[in-house]
């Protein structure tokens, strides 16, 4: 075990200096280069600055006017008949726009039901079997100017349910 904990301290610095190794063994200006990423990045974090802004108020608003706790009530019904109980629809529904709110949303059911809780082991596996799709869809398809999504969001949702599915089979397995 001790081995892993070694490895991992290093890994990050022997990956970076990596680069810088290969960059300069190609004799690549390494310096201008990160120059001209970093520019490039700051850019692109520029663009969707609206973006991610509207994101975040879009969710703000949903948790603050109680809507969220009205949805829960709703589609608890008819989840809760599947194992998927009505406390993490919220969460499941915020995860699709911030990761950063969901985690704030994980913090409050762990809080209420405890982390070994049923609820919140069904809650930590959903987080990490979702993804952010509407903040992905945003952000990229803003980015690589992509006007027509085609299938992603179909295909993204199902995964996202599939992702559910999973937090309540493991789940039964684990308790």
């Given at each position: ?79 809760g008949r599947f194992g998927f109980p009505g406390e993490l ?87």
């Amino acid at each position: 075990m001790q081995l892993f904990l070694y490895i991992s301290d290093f890994i990050v610095p022997f990956i970076i200096l990596s680069v810088i190794v290969y960059g300069i063994l190609k004799g690549l200006n390494v310096y201008d280069a990160f120059i001209k990423g970093a520019r490039s990045g700051f850019l692109t974090v520029i663009r969707i600055m609206p973006t991610l802004i509207g994101l975040m108020a879009a969710v703000g608003i949903l948790r603050a006017s109680g809507f969220l706790d009205f949805l829960a009530t709703v589609i608890g019904r008819f989840s809760g008949r599947f194992g998927f109980p009505g406390e993490l629809v919220p969460l499941s529904i915020v995860k699709m726009f911030s990761s950063s709110a969901a985690t704030g949303l994980l913090l409050d059911i762990f809080k209420e039901f405890g982390t070994d809780s049923r609820i919140g082991l069904m809650a930590s596996i959903s987080m990490c079997c979702t993804e952010t799709i509407f903040y992905t869809m945003s952000v990229y398809f803003m980015t690589a100017g992509v006007r027509h999504s085609r299938y992603t969001l179909a295909g993204a949702l199902i995964a996202t349910f599939a992702g559910l599915a999973a937090s309540v089979v493991l789940t039964g397995f684990l308790l």
